[in-house]
């Protein structure tokens, strides 16, 4: 506080920092700007354990298609900022169908189809993003030897790098507004045990999915033995001596013999004595392996082919749309911001257009709902709670205001036909009541009470 006269001046107090909580990366206390080690905070560990998983077992990795293809399969769509009555209206149309341009000829769909694909099997992706010599994007190749380099005072990553082998093979800022390349890092649930990356779809279920792993890769062991049991090949007894060269060749004529092949010998006491698991089956084998499939099924939550074809045309529709509703939009959500914050509106401003302008992302075609919706506006206006020209706006439809000026006069004529009908047929003789009682018909006159004053 400044006193100058009469006049007293209050200096605004400055912000030192936008949050105050930070995340803890290794030392005590609130972190300051650190750097990292090679190797330190890496997730190259993590990424090889869950594409094993992938690769040995079929039901994680169906999950992460699965998931990938219900968020991106009906494409990308794109709508103005804002409605046609705003006078940046133009400005916002060309800006959508500009970026609508870069978008396929970036092939932005597919690009989202394996970010999300890498989204649900690792728990994070990593988009590479350049304005030099055009504005560009990938998917950065080797995803998993990416590590953080840098973290600001809030412990926020600021710089990112590849190490491979132990080498230095790329690095990356973050900030898309300053830096001609950059890297965008799109992560899904990321907590304090996953920090700084995202968390995948198969934790909570590696468990079973090691547990099926092993019990398949055992059961092909036990069926090898049951098809080719091991047998022991006795030569000789207590009552013949055997040659030591006839024992070597007999050795290595059973070694060296074809499955269900066998051996010819002449003067030798010769048994085979079978092996193997003597033929005792796996009990509760399926009912074990069918539990621990549900639990993978119920953790995933994503359900196979076999579950959606064996289920019923509703059940299937509601698994469906339980997907979509806790995995699929979030993932969209998670897509759409970092594809409009880090991508698109620095694109656009560098382009001379503001970042206002930048239109808005749709995972599905903006007419999807305009029949539940014309329905509903239907209904409002007919009830005179909401006029057509509001219904139109909303639908974003033309609203054509003489015709429905000709409408509402045709309904006040049919108003006025129906309100004068009404008044005549009051004015009508009533017909008198007949009552019937067997064989005999009655006819009730109705006649008003004398007036001896009138």
Same mark, same amino acid.
């Given at each position: ?20 909580? #930070? ?38 990795n169906q999950s992460c298609l699965s998931i990938a293809g219900m968020c991106t399969a009906q ?48 728990? #994070? ?330």
């Amino acid at each position: 506080m400044v006193k100058i006269g009469k006049w007293t001046l209050f200096e605004k107090t400055k912000a030192t920092e936008k949050f105050k909580a #930070g995340v803890d990366t290794g030392g005590g206390g609130k972190p300051k700007r650190k750097t990292f080690g090679m190797g330190e905070h890496s997730w190259l560990g993590r990424c090889k354990h869950f594409d094993k998983l992938a690769q040995e077992y079929p039901l994680f990795n169906q999950s992460c298609l699965s998931i990938a293809g219900m968020c991106t399969a009906q494409g990308l769509f794109y709508q103005p900022a804002v409605n046609k009555k705003d006078e940046t209206y133009p400005l916002a149309e060309e800006a959508m169908y500009r970026v609508a341009k870069v978008s396929r000829k970036l092939s932005v769909t597919s690009k989202f189809y394996n970010t999300v694909y890498l989204m649900a099997k690792h728990g #994070g992706c990593f988009w590479e993003g350049t304005t030099t010599p055009e504005f560009d994007f990938r998917l950065v190749p080797f995803q998993e030897y990416i590590e953080p380099e840098q973290t600001d005072d809030i412990g926020n990553v600021v710089r990112w790098r590849q190490v491979i082998n132990g080498s230095l093979a790329a690095s990356w800022p973050t900030n898309p507004d300053t830096e001609d390349t950059f890297i965008v890092h799109v992560p899904w649930n990321m907590t304090s045990a996953t920090w700084p990356y995202g968390t995948s779809l198969g934790v909570g279920s590696e468990t079973e999915l090691e547990a099926l792993i092993e019990m398949e890769g055992n059961s092909k062991d036990y069926m090898d033995k049951q098809a080719w049991p091991y047998e022991v090949l006795a030569l000789g007894n207590e009552n013949s001596n055997l040659l030591e060269s006839d024992y070597t060749n007999a050795r290595s004529e059973w070694k060296n013999r074809q499955p269900g092949e066998g051996i010819v010998t002449r003067n030798m006491t010769v048994d085979i004595k079978p092996g193997g698991t003597g033929s005792q089956p796996i009990r509760e084998l399926a009912t074990l392996c069918q539990l621990m499939k549900d639990n993978v099924h119920d953790g995933l939550m994503v359900p196979p082919i076999s579950k959606l074809y064996n289920s019923t045309e509703a059940s299937a529709t509601v698994l469906t749309q339980h997907i979509m509703t806790v995995l699929g939009q979030p993932i969209q959500w998670i897509i759409k911001e970092a594809y409009e914050e880090s991508l698109l509106k620095p694109y656009l401003e560098r382009s001379g257009f503001s970042r206002k302008s930048c239109p808005i992302i749709l995972f599905e075609s903006p007419d999807v709902h305009k029949e539940e919706e014309g329905a509903y506006w239907v209904g409002l206006v007919q009830n005179k709670i909401q006029t057509p020209a509001q219904a139109c706006e909303h639908l974003g439809l033309e609203y054509d205001e003489e015709f429905w000026k000709e409408q509402e006069e045709k309904q006040l004529e049919q108003f006025k036909m129906k309100a004068e009908q009404s008044k005549d047929e009051g004015f009508q003789k009533k017909e008198p009541a007949k009552i019937e009682e067997g064989d005999k018909r009655y006819t009730v006159i109705e006649h008003k009470p004398h007036n001896p004053s009138g």
